[in-house]
């Protein structure tokens, strides 16, 4: 039986990815309705990942000194629903610019901020409901009830009814979160009460640079990859079954791998296998593939998206510094948001004469990420990482 404790943070990953959930592949398509060409749409969906990178170590640091992380996470959430209403009376390139930018400078630690809260409740407790994946795959669930949502609205109402649906759902996650009070952790960390465990900045570093990279290649597909199904005439529902399908795989990645990762060595080899199989699946959608093709290779998602954020969460925890586990998730948030702001710019510069071969682009960068991952993983061979009992 799921404890009170445990549905609340299940709670709060749901609602939290429905907000994601119809954003991602929707928001795109608002920002059309608004009359604004790919150029202008690509620069407002990197801006606010810029805005990340700045909010995500400055918030994350106040939290970790604070040890009140529910608290950041409920300040930010309520910041999110209160920017998230100001869409509705805003219209034109800069002020929607504007806005978003405010709405992603509170919106960009959140998740980080509820991944180190869900991990310091892990340690030291013997309650299996509590193991992360068990808890973040209702995160999944939350989004892929939203792709469907989203892609039913959007075909039976005009585009504001996407707005509708962020608002309502930044209001449930403050609400979450506000439920969520209580300790940053639940016991000290095991094997460490004489002090912090040594940094290893080379390892931290690598794990970062290589999930982020990972990450980031999703650039293209989250920013248009919707755009590109509509001009390929395939219908809202379609897109949202699509959407929700990549979910569904994610949601079974976290159900059997969550709480089974053992150690370091598992965790780098998770994020390993993560890297190959998403530089194989931007190759084949740079082929354009047909709507059968495409479910297929959305369920590669649970690996893509979903074993990377398994895999690298889980090492950075085990190699965080004690007293900075907010700050390393959100290194790695606000890593993985500039590349994407990066890629997500540049994407929107070569839609228009690239179409489907920037897959091929995001390939690349998932090569790179790939090679830096397969560093870290030579580096934990030549060195112990500390091990939190009971987080696995």
Same mark, same amino acid.
């Given at each position: ?89 805003? %219209?034109?390139? #800069?002020?929607?610019?504007?806005? +978003? /930018?405010?709405?992603? !400078? *509170?919106?960009?630690? @959140?998740? =980080?901020? &509820? ?37 039913? %609205?959007?075909? #039976?109402?005009?585009?504001?009814? +996407? /707005?509708?649906?962020? !608002? *309502?759902?930044?209001? @449930?996650? =403050?609400? &979450? ?60 529902? &379609? ?154």
């Amino acid at each position: 039986m799921v404890s009170g404790a445990g549905w609340r943070l299940a709670l709060l990953y749901a609602f939290l990815f429905f907000e994601l959930g119809v954003n991602l592949p929707f928001f795109p398509l608002w920002l059309q309705a608004q009359s604004l060409g790919s150029e202008a749409i690509g620069i407002i969906l990197a801006a606010p990942l810029i805005a990340r990178v700045l909010a995500n170590p400055l918030v994350a640091s106040v939290a970790d000194r604070s040890g009140r992380i529910w608290l950041a996470l409920s300040v930010c959430a309520v910041l999110v629903a209160a920017g998230t209403g100001l869409l509705f009376a805003v %219209s034109g390139f #800069w002020p929607i610019l504007l806005v +978003v /930018i405010a709405i992603a !400078l *509170a919106q960009g630690p @959140l998740i =980080a901020l &509820a991944d180190a809260m869900t991990l310091g409740r892990l340690v030291g407790t013997s309650q299996p409901e509590l193991a992360y994946g068990r808890i973040r795959l209702w995160g999944a669930i939350g989004f892929a009830v939203a792709n469907l949502v989203a892609g039913w %609205s959007f075909e #039976w109402f005009s585009a504001s009814s +996407v /707005i509708v649906l962020l !608002l *309502a759902s930044a209001i @449930l996650t =403050a609400a &979450a979160a506000f439920s969520c009070s209580g300790p940053a952790t639940a016991a000290p960390r095991a094997g460490n009460a004489g002090g912090a465990s040594p940094v290893r900045p080379a390892l931290l570093a690598g794990v970062i640079a290589g999930a982020a990279l990972v990450q980031a290649s999703h650039a293209a597909f989250y920013g248009f990859g919707t755009l590109h199904w509509q001009a390929n005439g395939i219908s809202g529902a &379609a897109m949202g079954g699509l959407w929700a399908l990549g979910v569904l795989s994610e949601i079974a990645l976290f159900a059997m791998l969550g709480y089974r990762i053992r150690g370091a060595a598992s965790a780098a080899t998770l994020l390993l296998g993560a890297a190959l199989v998403t530089m194989l699946r931007w190759s084949f959608m740079a082929q354009d593939p047909g709507v059968t093709a495409l479910a297929l290779l959305q369920l590669t998602h649970g690996i893509t998206f979903g074993a990377t954020h398994l895999g690298s969460i889980f090492l950075l925890a085990r190699l965080a510094p004690e007293g900075m586990e907010a700050r390393v998730q959100a290194w790695l948030a606000g890593g993985w948001a500039g590349a994407m702001a990066g890629l997500t710019a540049l994407c929107g510069t070569l839609y228009e004469s690239w179409g489907e071969q920037i897959y091929l682009g995001m390939s690349a960068v998932s090569a790179i990420g790939l090679a830096l991952l397969v560093g870290v993983a030579l580096g934990l061979r030549r060195t112990v990482a500390r091990e939190p009992a009971n987080l696995a």
